[in-house]
């Protein structure tokens, strides 16, 4: 048996798939997090 049929039987192909996909999404969501932070009411101090 090839190596990558067995890596195929046992599931690791989908799996690290699985794994690039939920890690590009955590970044995604903490990268729109970081740049685009909701706005936050401040004081206003100019007249």
């Known amino acids: 048996m ?5 890596l195929k039987r046992r599931n690791v192909i989908r799996v690290g798939v699985a794994y690039l996909v939920a890690s ?3 970044l ?5 997090d970081v740049l685009v932070p909701t706005p936050v ?7």
């Open 41 to 47: 009411s401040r004081p206003c101090f100019e007249k």
């Open 2 to 6: 090839s190596f990558f049929k067995e």
């Open 28 to 32: 995604q969501i903490v990268d729109v």
């Open 24 to 26: 590009w999404l955590l």
